[in-house]
């Protein structure tokens, strides 16, 4: 039977892992400056970290680990013969592979309170796993890129994430990103108003998939979910909201002004519009999308989504939100904290539809040395290791070429790995201590001392 992966997952090539490192790399630098520090958590966790903390959708999609060795022993002989496999799942099951990172971050603050200096600013950079249907830009296995901060209520944390995102997309030369901003607690007033406070997680679910499955079918979402027709009326304005950031902000002002929670979220909306307009964006925008609820139970505040620029057909770049309470769950209180989070996957495909990857970002050897015999690879050697101390990536091909057939495949070798030098040594380069070295591209030859080597390799 030939090999194959599951689903979901995927293979990455010498070269896709190159390209994959620049853009970690590059987001890391902006962490690192941002003031944020790094921290790991385990790929697992225990089932009851996880499970309802994403909502009824998300915990559907969390992967289920078994005990180890008889996994069905603790199951009850009722629940297997009637395969009630919801109740069994609890029995059989007690770890989970992590859904995201946020939620394992908060069992890191209250797990380590004690060690932590507050407000908490911290980034991670690890694969989550999710029991989704594969498609494009989808996958069951990927990396999330997040930013956390815990242990502060200012707004201008949301500033300085909205900055960080703006920061990162200029780096990578990705023009045209818009950065979407709605509040928890708009939402929330919005069901205030339209009399649906006691559904309003069936609510925002709903309105959530409005880019997935547009108007008719959020509406028809909603009244499977018993918000009434007349409610659904009152919230058709949301579907076509127009004008720039101050006009819809204006618009929903006249909506809510019946709703306390309603107006705080707008206030909040405006002060971060107000202070990310005067600190001016380099490479992305910033706009209001009323109809923006992201699915996840745990936010309160403000809620942030990044599409890719026009032209690209992609979900969501990059996400997250303020979480007021989200350390609560776990026991410590009243610690509020904000995050945003990139997706690696997404920002990849992205960047390769639009040729935005630099030649360095799938660099890889940058001389070869070809092997003509064991006097020349021993004096080839000696000069790979002048080159790489001086940082110079570099390598000897290891088997001689004895004949003309074996010398051809070094070529190819070089060829197929885009190595764009290689450094031929014959008896008479050795007498003269130089090295010949060949533009790969070009095939022009010089013949240099190994200090001249170094200059210019480097």
């Known amino acids: 039977m030939k090999p194959s992966i599951p689903k979901g997952t995927r293979d990455f090539s010498p070269t896709q892992v190159a390209k994959r490192n620049y853009i970690m790399d590059t987001i890391k630098r902006h962490f690192s400056c941002f003031g944020f520090q790094a921290i790991e958590t385990p790929s697992f966790e225990k089932s009851e970290t996880l499970m309802g903390k994403y909502g009824d959708e998300g915990d559907r999609l969390i992967f289920k680990i078994l005990n180890s060795g008889d996994y069905l022993k603790k199951a009850t002989d009722a629940l297997l013969i009637n395969k009630e496999s919801q109740k069994l799942t609890g029995q059989i099951s007690e770890k989970a592979l992590r859904y995201d990172l946020t939620v394992p971050f908060a069992r890191y603050v209250v797990q380590h309170q004690n060690d932590i200096t507050f407000p908490f600013k911290r980034y991670q950079i690890q694969p989550v796993w999710r029991a989704d249907r594969p498609q494009k830009g989808r996958f069951r296995e990927f990396y999330q890129c997040d930013a956390d901060v815990v242990g502060s209520t200012s707004l201008l944390q949301e500033v300085e994430l909205v900055q960080l995102y703006d920061a990162v997309f200029t780096d990578l030369s990705l023009k045209g990103t818009v950065i979407k901003m709605n509040n928890r607690k708009i939402l929330a007033g919005i069901a205030q108003v339209i009399g649906a406070e006691d559904k309003l997680i069936d609510f925002t679910v709903a309105l959530d998939k409005l880019d997935k499955i547009g108007a008719e079918g959020v509406k028809k979402e909603m009244l499977e979910k018993g918000i009434t027709q007349d409610a659904i009326a009152k919230v058709q304005p949301l579907f076509t909201m127009q004008g720039d950031v101050n006009q819809q902000l204006e618009s929903l002002k006249d909506m809510l002004a019946s709703s306390q929670i309603g107006m705080q979220g707008i206030q909040e909306l405006e002060f971060i519009v107000t202070h990310v307009t005067a600190l001016e964006l380099q490479t992305a925008s910033l706009a209001i999308d009323v109809t923006?609820?992201?699915?996840?139970?745990?936010?309160?505040?403000?809620?942030?989504?990044?599409?890719?620029?026009?032209?690209?057909t992609m979900g969501s770049i990059g996400g997250g939100g303020r979480y007021d309470d989200l350390t609560g769950i776990f026991g410590l209180k009243d610690v509020s904290g904000v995050g945003i989070s990139f997706g690696?996957?997404?920002?990849?495909?992205?960047?390769?539809?639009?040729?935005l990857f630099p030649e360095t970002a799938s660099a890889n050897t940058e001389v070869l040395f070809f092997n003509f015999g064991k006097s020349e690879a021993i004096f080839a050697m000696k000069a790979i290791k002048q080159l790489r101390s001086n940082g110079i990536s570099a390598e000897l091909y290891p088997d001689t070429a004895t004949n003309q057939k074996k010398?051809?495949?070094?070529?190819?070798?070089?060829?197929?790995?885009?190595?764009?030098?290689?450094?031929?040594?014959?008896?008479?380069?050795?007498?003269?201590?130089?090295?010949?070295?060949?533009?790969?591209q070009t095939g022009d030859k010089q013949s240099l001392s190994l200090e001249n080597l170094i200059k210019i390799l480097a």
Do not use: C, H, W
Request: no cysteine; net charge negative; glycine share 8%.
């Open 407 to 440: 010398e051809r495949k070094q070529l190819t070798y070089a060829e197929r790995k885009g190595i764009l030098y290689g450094v031929l040594i014959k008896e008479q380069d050795i007498k003269d201590n130089t090295y010949t070295l060949k533009n790969m």
């Open 292 to 312: 923006l609820a992201r699915g996840l139970n745990y936010y309160t505040g403000a809620i942030f989504e990044v599409s890719a620029p026009q032209g690209v």
């Open 344 to 355: 690696l996957d997404r920002i990849y495909l992205v960047l390769e539809e639009l040729e």
